[in-house]
């Protein structure tokens, strides 16, 4: 399907739960490799909708077995909150946080910070291996995966929501600026009318 740009679509779900319906009918139930846990039910015998919730239930199912959130509890259970090495990373953020804060309204300071903020993300992966390989030097045990867990939730995680906040607000000082340009056209537009 190949669609043109401004095309509009109609879609009726009932005709594409029904066409999914009369699919499973004619090929028989997924194996359970493709449907997880529902793959004993006998779609055949299922109204559309129950075909639906079906498969949104077996995705949640896998979603859910998938985000581990007792493993995220557990990572923040095993740092060592007092050690000076995570105050000194928290103190860090919060220090970005305060001048994100202080440079809001200024647009040329918003996008010097977006830059530096996209450096140091950058080189996020380069400060976990040099992290793992002398993490005895500043801490008092290894947090440096190679999954990059804990550089990701206490450095470059922050530093990219603080990027994203940085970006919307960059973005509704040009709205405002864009608006007010439209604004002072049609008013030297009345002008010349007049």
């Known amino acids: 399907l190949i669609l043109k740009m401004g095309e509009v679509i109609d ?9 999914a319906q009369a699919w499973l009918s004619e090929n ?18 299922m109204s559309a909708i129950d075909v639906a919730y079906s498969f949104a239930d077996n995705f949640l199912t896998s979603v859910q077995s998938s985000m581990r959130v007792d493993l995220i509890y557990d990572f923040f259970a095993s740092v060592t909150w ?6 000194a990373l928290l103190t860090f953020q919060c220090m970005l946080y305060s001048i ?8 040329n300071g918003i ?13 996020s992966e380069r400060l976990n291996t040099y992290g793992g390989m002398h993490w005895q030097d500043f801490a008092t045990q290894n947090y440096f995966d190679s999954n990059g867990l804990f550089v990701f939730l206490f450095y470059a995680g922050p530093m990219l929501l603080l990027a994203h906040i940085l970006l919307i607000k960059l973005c509704v000082i040009i709205a405002k600026l864009a608006f007010k340009a439209q ?7 009345d002008k010349k009318q007049s």
Not at 11 to 17: N, Y
Not at 100 to 107: H, L, V
Not at 183 to 189: N, P
């Open 100 to 107: 994100g804060f202080a440079i809001r309204k200024n647009p």
């Open 28 to 45: 028989g139930p997924l194996n359970s490799s493709e449907v997880g846990r529902t793959s004993n039910l006998d779609y055949t015998n």
């Open 111 to 123: 996008f010097a910070m977006m830059c530096i903020l996209m450096i140091l993300v950058f080189v």
């Open 11 to 19: 879609l009726d779900v009932s005709e594409i739960l029904e066409e």
């Open 183 to 189: 604004m002072l056209k049609k008013r030297a537009a």
């Open 82 to 87: 007092s050690e000076p090495f995570i105050i």
